[in-house]
């Protein structure tokens, strides 16, 4: 059974089919059928793109969908996770799309019989984040290859960090990050860390973070403006870089903090491209996860 809760779980073939999907399906191609299949979505953790794309692709491959809404679950009644998920599957769901603060919860899920997708598991992982931002950076270079990556702020407590510089290590990308240092994580980030300065003239790729406050226990954060003098993207710094260098940042964005206001939607921002990518490649992997036999156009 195709599962898909860490990129871990795909074979570089599996990978690579999963990205021509999704381009196909952000270039244009549409499904013919409707396909018969039930998508149950779990957000336990608040998100609007993640949540709102896979409900536009599920209604676009024409499944049915059913959102359960945590608070009014009886989840709220003490059941379990796997309680919860293996009920949803008794009343014939063909798969779960989860979010869930808890890192790895899908290890609860074991020995369920349909496919659990992650949709961002705590400070874990977001595979399908990383799906989008491969298909956008492949759309802009066409390879991976050796192109100089830099992730940029609180790389401890994002998931998008871990997911990213480990899919693109593999696929041969020179990954590199930057922020403040009580952000760094060495597991991450191997020691390749650079000033802001150095990192905006070294970047094919300016990965932008917001700082993910929802997950600190330390007190003391940064004013809005010292982050972004000391770490952020400012309209100064984006002028020291390459031409053919673009922005990312998975968003919910920060604006004037990691990342100057009118740099979201300048010439260079890829924000929103990787938005409309979300559709496609989370079409690709309920396609992939639910077996589906579907005929495009
Ligand atoms: N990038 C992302 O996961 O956004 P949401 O939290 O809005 O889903």
Redesign the pocket.
Known sequence: MFQLRTLEDLSARELDDLLFEAGRYANGSSCREQLSATVANLFF?????????FEKAEHELGLHVINLEAGTSSITKGESLYDTVKTLEAIGCDAAVI?HPEEKYYEQLEGLEIPVIN??DGAGD?PT?SLLDLLTIQQEFLFFQNLKIVICGDIRHSR?ARTNAGILRKLGADVWFSGPEEWMDESITDGKVLPMDDAVKTADVMMMLRIQTERHNESGEWSKKAYHEAYGLTEARERQMKQTAIIMH???VNRGFEIADRLVECDRSRIFK??AN?VAVRKAVLVRALNLKEETV
């Open positions: 953790e608040p998100s609007t793109r993640t949540k709102v794309s979010r949709a961002g977001h984040q998008v998975p968003a919910p990787q938005m979300g």
